[in-house]
């Protein structure tokens, strides 16, 4: 990897994951045999109603996707053949909730990798190791309100790509991830114990659980508990108490994450309908 493009890669990796409705790329209309459809909401300016994507294999429709906005991109998941179409389902509102479904055709006909939760946070796609397929960060929003306000709750950051056969949790070949966002708590944390008007306990316990977690994420976490015994809970008893109290709590967010977001959807139609018993 050159220097510029480990450059580059630092970079986007430093720049928190976006919260808002992404802007809107000029809407794909191929991909390989199929072709694609939008239908705006009918009141865009109002933000009520749902938008559609339809995928059509000639003129038969063999996805549809509604939901506030709709976008739809390609992005190299797997080696060889087309790239993936990834579907982007965004529900509007103030802080949720990104859904990404991601397609092969590759084995000659439509197959789903994966349904990716983003929830409030999102995810990101980037080539980390240079061999031309994408890996995908994970925002974590597990923490969110957990004992503090949205604004205040801490991110995760994770990383899923392709083992061969699926999309797995990659974070442990790319530690470096999650680490950087631990840096950013850190620091988050450093700054509120020099000036506790900032923001009080709440902005403590929060920075300290997001700078576990993340480093937990990155393998590290006995390096991470060490520091906060001997560095932080000494200048603050009443973070210590805290995180006494809810320690298992802040840990147990993140088991079984990044994978527990992707689901498989076999049939043609998102959001899946209901069925009653």
């Known amino acids: 990897m050159t220097l510029a493009r480990l450059a580059a890669l630092t970079a986007l990796l430093l720049a928190p994951l976006s919260l808002a409705q992404p802007a809107a790329p000029a809407p794909l209309t ?68 990104f859904t990404y479904l991601m397609y092969t055709q590759d084995q000659g006909a439509l197959e789903n990798l994966g349904v990716l939760n983003g929830t409030n946070y999102g995810a990101r796609f980037a080539d980390l190791n240079g061999d031309g397929t994408r890996e995908i960060i994970v925002g974590l929003d597990n923490l969110a309100y957990y004992d503090w306000s949205f604004a205040g709750s801490p991110g995760m950051q994770a990383v899923l790509g392709w083992d061969g056969v699926r999309l797995a949790d990659r974070t442990r070949a790319y530690p470096y991830v999650p680490a950087q966002e631990a840096a950013r708590n850190l620091e988050r944390l450093r700054n509120n114990l020099a000036d506790p008007t900032l923001e009080g306990l709440e902005g403590l316990a929060a920075s300290a659980s997001g700078y576990l977690d993340n480093m937990l994420l990155a393998g590290r976490g006995v390096e991470a508990e060490r520091l906060l015994q001997t560095q932080i809970f000494p200048k603050s008893p009443a973070l210590q108490r805290w995180f006494a109290a809810h320690r298992g709590d802040v840990i147990g967010a993140i088991y079984g994450q990044p994978e527990a977001r992707l689901s498989i959807l076999t049939g043609p139609v998102w959001p899946p309908k209901k069925t009653t018993p």
């Open 30 to 97: 191929h991909w390989g045999r199929y072709t694609l459809q939008f239908t705006p909401r009918p009141s865009p300016d109002d933000g009520t109603g749902t938008a559609r994507l339809t995928l059509r294999d000639g003129t038969r429709t063999v996805l549809t996707v509604s939901e506030w906005d709709v976008q739809a991109e390609l992005q190299p998941l797997r080696p060889g053949g087309q790239p993936e179409l990834v579907v982007t389902a965004y529900s509007g509102g103030a802080h949720c909730c």
